[in-house]
């Protein structure tokens, strides 16, 4: 099923690292919930997957599919059923200390102000709160929230909470990037700047990345990587698609390029018949 | 509306009952007595002369510092109390689940019937009142503090385990902080009901407080009297409630200003 997983991977950039061993490796994976009613649902099955160092992997699927199992598994906040995770080599057990998690919901603690949020992120790491304030001072600066450091979450708009997110991620300096459709909630122009924000800090110190999005024109712009899960239940890997497509790159203009067509064209049909089953699928659960 | 057109009309209602009631108490009718006699219904002016005889000689003063301390010490033994329950409750399931039906068999029954119980086992002062306060508050506060703690948002949570958090800074960054939002938006319900349990249990046996400066009123039939402690009592409650008001907001400034609406 996964013809591309097995590859040799390398990116220009980071192939003397890829050469090593990958960041992120799930072998044989199964995913398994026991459902209310006592029945048990496979959402994912014999998942094989690398991600290299440095490499930045975009996950696609139809809704459903289990993408999100996937990367809470990688991100040891869940448990598989069978196979097993292995992160820089070394098997995962517990919580993935190395990753850093973008979540799709609001994530951040309401009652501390944008660079509290921020600053408390490097408190397990025993940083003393004065030098962690300052940091968190320099890292709102990044992602352009220079002047909204003494904001509440309520007070902020739904891109710029993204944004302290961003900073609360990356501020730990995580060796694995989980991102979970992050940009999902907002509209269509900040999903674009928060894009180009993300490949910026990105490429300024590269990780290994998992990003899991439904949008794959979202996912050809910013990966050089990306897998097609087919639809749930039992989702697998069906693709493994390398974008070669030249950095730094612009999210809104990388889409009107031929190459970036061409791509999307490949992909697409693959993704296709896996969401129109996904859709199916959902339409006979509805009858 | 705007606010001075507001104001005034919620004068105009107080004025027009206040208004309805003078003259339902002194304005003679047929055989020459007023409609409602004063001996029942007393007068408006009788009251707010009581009253201002009670706050110009200063006897109320001690009256009102008894309640104020039973209401104060029911309030802070019952939050301290239904805190660490609630926190222990909500991070212990097999405490929760042995604990529940006796929680909730102690909560359904009506707090009124205890305070015979408390005047003979803690006496006629003030650690009577502030045991009935307490059965009341501390409910309110652990309910409160067990659902803000089951209620964190899995993502929050999730996501401060992942930033790498142990269980000592979950519980100072993320389960402390919900289970004191959830506290706070019942602090009027319970500070109310701290009140509550002081002043009932005055009214059934004590030596001083609001509640039995009524009941010592009622019991000669004196109306005055008993109205103009029911004033009194009205006035004391808005000046805790304001005060109640400036902490919440003081102390909740990061949420959406809901928590300043519904005060």
């Known amino acids: 099923m996964s013809q591309g997983a097995a590859l040799p991977v390398q990116s220009p950039s980071a192939s003397a690292a890829a050469a090593a061993r990958p960041d992120v490796c799930l072998r044989g994976l199964d995913i398994t919930f026991a459902l209310k009613t006592g029945e048990l649902h496979a959402a994912v099955k014999n998942i094989d997957l690398d991600i290299a160092p440095g490499e930045f992997v975009t996950i696609v699927g139809p809704t459903g599919c289990g993408k999100s199992t996937l990367l809470n598994a990688t991100a040891g906040l869940l448990k598989p059923s069978a196979g097993h995770v292995e992160i820089q080599g070394a098997a995962l057990n517990g919580l993935n200390g190395k990753a850093g998690y973008l979540f799709q919901a609001d994530a951040l603690m309401p009652w501390k102000t944008a660079i509290d949020n921020v600053a408390v992120a490097l408190e397990p790491m025993g940083v003393p709160k004065a030098e962690a304030l300052q940091r968190a001072q320099d890292w709102l600066a990044r992602v352009g929230l220079k002047g909204f450091a003494q904001r509440y979450p309520h007070m902020l708009s739904g891109g710029q909470r993204k944004r302290v997110a961003l900073a609360q991620m990356l501020i730990r300096d995580p060796q694995i990037l989980l991102m979970d459709e992050p940009f999902g909630p907002l509209d269509a122009q900040t999903r674009q700047i928060m894009g180009n924000l993300l490949l910026d800090l990105w490429a300024a110190n590269k990780k290994a990345v998992m990003f899991v999005t439904h949008d794959l024109e979202e996912a050809i712009a910013l990966s050089d990587r990306v897998v097609v899960m087919s639809a749930g239940p039992a989702a697998g890997i069906v693709g493994d698609f390398r974008v070669e497509l030249p950095r730094p790159r612009d999210i809104a203009e990388i889409r009107t390029e031929p190459a970036f067509h061409a791509i999307h064209k490949a992909i697409w049909a693959s993704l296709r018949v896996e969401v129109q089953k996904a859709y199916s699928q959902g339409e006979e659960a509805q009858q | ?263």
């Open chain 2, 1 to 263: 509306m705007n606010r001075v057109t507001l104001i005034a009309l919620q004068l105009l209602v107080g004025v027009a009952f206040l208004l309805v009631w003078h003259l339902l108490t002194t304005v003679p009718v047929a055989d020459g007595k007023p409609l409602f006699a004063p001996f029942f219904f007393s007068t408006p002016l009788e009251v707010l002369a009581r009253t201002w005889k009670d706050f110009a000689s200063g006897e109320i003063w001690r009256h009102l510092g008894i309640t104020l301390l039973e209401t104060v010490l029911a309030f802070a033994i019952g939050a301290a109390g239904g805190i660490v329950v609630g926190f222990a409750f909500a991070r212990r399931e097999l405490l929760a689940a042995v604990f529940d039906p006796y929680v909730k068999a102690a909560n359904a029954l009506p707090r009124v019937v205890l305070a015979p119980i408390f005047a003979l086992w803690f006496g006629l002062g003030i650690w009577s009142k502030v045991a009935l306060g307490f059965t009341l508050v501390f409910f309110i506060v652990f309910f409160n503090v067990y659902q803000g703690v089951k209620e964190v948002s899995p993502t929050v949570l999730a996501n401060a385990r992942m930033l790498g958090m142990n269980e000592r800074q979950l519980l100072r960054h993320v389960y402390w902080p919900a289970a004191l939002t959830w506290m706070f938006s019942s602090l009027h319900t319970s500070v109310g009901f701290a009140l509550v349990g002081a002043v009932v249990g005055e009214y059934l046996g004590s030596a001083g407080g609001l509640g039995y400066k009524i009941h010592e009123a009622e019991s000669v039939f004196d109306v005055t009297g008993v109205f103009s402690g029911m004033v009194i009592l009205t006035i004391f409650v808005i000046v805790l409630d304001t005060f109640v008001t400036a902490i919440e907001n003081r102390l909740l400034v990061w949420r959406p200003d809901t928590a300043a609406k519904t005060a």
